[in-house]
T-cell receptor, first 111, second 112 residues
Framework: QKEVEQNSGPLSVPEGAIASLNCTYS??????FFWYRQYSGKSPELIMS??SNGDKEDGRFTAQLNKASQYVSLLIRDSQPSDSATYLC???????????WGAGTKLIIKP | DVKVTQSSRYLVKRTGEKVFLECVQDMDHENMFWYRQDPGLGLRLIYFSYDVKMKEKGDIPEGYSVSREKKERFSLILESASTNQTSMYLC???????????FGQGTRLTVV
């Protein structure tokens, strides 16, 4: 079992709809959770961070964390073609300084 | 804004050459990381450093070494470049272990 798992996709969503991206993790001691967006040929950029159970909203983005189920998700409302990218989930490893990365989900927003 | 700067955006080197990839961050971050990213394999950690002159091996350190003589600078060294080291190399920094990482623009290295 991978430490951080994401569906590789591609996930195809119509423009204007809600895109839902999911991530599960194995380290129960993890405290910090991050979503990054990566455009093709570019480096990852941070979209959202979440540290406690529940929802955190920032504009069109909502991160959801459920530590009991070891699950973190990212919702993108009113999806735009510019949201087409690979979305990476990252989770801190309790025992050291590392972030553990999922392989990413490729999201395609269709006009 | 945090700025992480990698010395080259694109690099072409010959097999057997010694290659230096430089990374500088301007936010006084404690931690710095070197990753490589290949299609289908995701981000893989090569080395990281949590303090000046300190380094820890990541998941794929073979064929690489690092240097951190100053807090703001973290260098990745390919001792003898090989074609299987052709990849996108990403440098990142973070203030502490529980916080987000900030990435440089990446260096696309081609070894011929």
């Amino acid at each position: 079992q991978k430490e951080v798992e994401q569906n590789s996709g591609p996930l195809s969503v119509p423009e204007g709809a809600i895109a839902s991206l999911n991530c599960t993790y194995s380290d129960r001691g993890s405290q910090s959770f991050f979503w990054y967006r990566q455009y093709s040929g570019k480096s990852p950029e941070l979209i959202m961070s979440i540290y406690s159970n529940g929802d955190k909203e920032d504009g069109r983005f909502t991160a959801q964390l459920n530590k009991a189920s070891q699950y973190v998700s990212l919702l993108i409302r009113d999806s735009q073609p510019s949201d087409s990218a690979t979305y990476l989930c990252a989770v801190n490893k309790e025992s050291n300084y590392q972030l553990i990365w999922g392989a990413g989900t490729k999201l395609i927003i269709k006009p | 804004d945090v700025k992480v700067t990698q010395s080259s955006r694109y690099l072409v080197k010959r097999t057997g050459e010694k290659v230096f990839l430089e990374c500088v961050q301007d936010m006084d971050h404690e931690n710095m990381f070197w990753y490589r990213q290949d299609p289908g394999l995701g981000l893989r950690l090569i080395y990281f450093s949590y303090d000046v002159k300190m380094k820890e091996k990541g998941d794929i350190p073979e064929g690489y070494s690092v240097s951190r003589e100053k807090k703001e600078r973290f260098s990745l060294i390919l001792e003898s470049a090989s074609t299987n080291q052709t990849s996108m190399y990403l440098c990142a920094s973070s203030p502490t272990g529980n916080t987000e990482a900030f990435f440089g623009q990446g260096t696309r290295l081609t070894v011929v």
